[in-house]
């Protein structure tokens, strides 16, 4: 299947890659000359401008966009839409929020193009390990589109799967990244815990060896926290700084919204946001699996 990709970041470039291993024509285009030129040689087709890249595309059109939420969709979308025809289709993959999905999608049909969003996770490791996506779009649209997740999926029975209509894949996306908020913070705290317990002395990545098998809470968040404890024991040179990128306070007020408990995830926010106050070794070791899973910015002391 032939597409395009708009932004080449990481990701992005990633998951292009993965495409074009996987037998489709992907071409792309990023703002930075620098990111066109790495891509060229990953089988991509490199577009200097938008309008390049549309040109270069047979209809229907499929055109993805992997670019940071917010304005920047806003804007891309601003000049894709006079270069697409009725029955393209348009694919946000980043991390947007659902009621501006629902508001481009709204926009995108009053063109007569479709627009499916696609919640997509899986990081620096997309690669090699496939991504795992939820996708939000019309049964038309996802129908044809389905060759693309099965080549980015881990397998193309499993890590992917059509979950609603327009909307619901970036609205599980913004849940699954509550709930990735949760879970890291109960590791980080658990070792924080550990690593205070200066009596025994405790190896913390034998720790995380040992829970990695056989444990019910064994999982690749641990794994990727296993990785960390073994190259930095002590969180050396991190600063106690963890960003939060959006999702788990859009996850918080929508369960404020819908009238739903969920103290874990709205206090693993707000540890965040704590962590920009003082030294703790937990955010500390936040800042490491983040880095670890995603490849994020970690701030140093």
């Given at each position: 299947?032939?597409?395009?990709?708009?932004?080449?970041?990481?990701?992005?470039?990633?998951?292009?890659?993965?495409?074009?291993?996987?037998?489709?024509?992907?071409?792309?285009?990023?703002?930075?000359?620098?990111?066109?030129?790495?891509?060229?040689?990953?089988?991509?087709?490199?577009?200097?401008?938008?309008?390049?890249?549309?040109?270069?595309?047979?209809?229907?059109?499929?055109?993805?966009?992997?670019?940071?939420?917010?304005?920047?969709?806003?804007?891309?979308?601003?000049?894709?839409?006079p270069l697409l025809a009725k029955g393209d289709i348009v694919i946000d993959g980043g991390n947007s929020f659902y009621q501006d999905t629902l508001r481009r999608a709204q926009r995108l049909q009053e063109a007569g193009l479709h627009y499916v969003d696609c919640g997509t996770s899986g990081g620096v490791w997309g690669l090699t390990e496939g991504y795992s996506m939820m996708v939000g779009g019309a049964d038309d649209a996802l129908a044809l589109l389905k060759p693309i997740f099965e080549t980015l999926a881990p397998s193309p029975t499993t890590g992917w799967g059509h979950v609603g209509p327009t909307g619901a894949g970036h609205f599980t996306k913004m849940v699954h990244n509550g709930?990735?908020?949760?879970?890291?913070?109960?590791?980080?705290?658990?070792?924080?815990?550990?690593?205070?317990?200066?009596?025994?002395?405790?190896?913390?990545?034998?720790?995380?060896?040992?829970?990695?098998?056989?444990?019910?809470?064994?999982s690749w968040l641990l794994d990727l926290t296993a990785d960390a404890l073994k190259q930095n024991p002590t969180m050396a040179g991190i600063a106690p700084y963890v960003e939060d990128s959006g999702e788990g306070r859009w996850t918080?007020?929508?369960?404020?919204?819908?009238?739903?408990?969920?103290?874990?995830?709205?206090?693993?926010?707000?540890?965040?946001?704590?962590?920009?106050?003082?030294?703790?070794?937990?955010?500390k070791l936040l800042a490491a699996m983040r880095n670890g899973f995603g490849g994020h910015r970690i701030t140093k002391e």
């Open positions: 299947m032939e597409l395009g990709m708009v932004g080449l970041g990481r990701m992005g470039a990633n998951m292009a890659q993965r495409l074009a291993q996987g037998g489709h024509t992907v071409s792309g285009f990023d703002p930075s000359p620098e990111a066109r030129q790495r891509v060229a040689a990953q089988g991509i087709t490199p577009a200097d401008s938008l309008q390049a890249l549309v040109a270069g595309l047979s209809a229907p059109r499929v055109v993805w966009l992997m670019v940071p939420a917010g304005k920047i969709v806003d804007d891309t979308l601003d000049t894709l839409l709930v990735e908020y949760g879970m890291m913070q109960a590791y980080a705290e658990g070792f924080a815990i550990l690593e205070r317990k200066a009596d025994f002395k405790l190896d913390l990545h034998q720790v995380a060896q040992i829970w990695q098998t056989g444990s019910v809470v064994r918080a007020k929508e369960a404020l919204d819908l009238d739903v408990s969920a103290p874990v995830i709205t206090l693993s926010l707000l540890e965040r946001l704590r962590s920009r106050e003082k030294d703790s070794f937990a955010d």
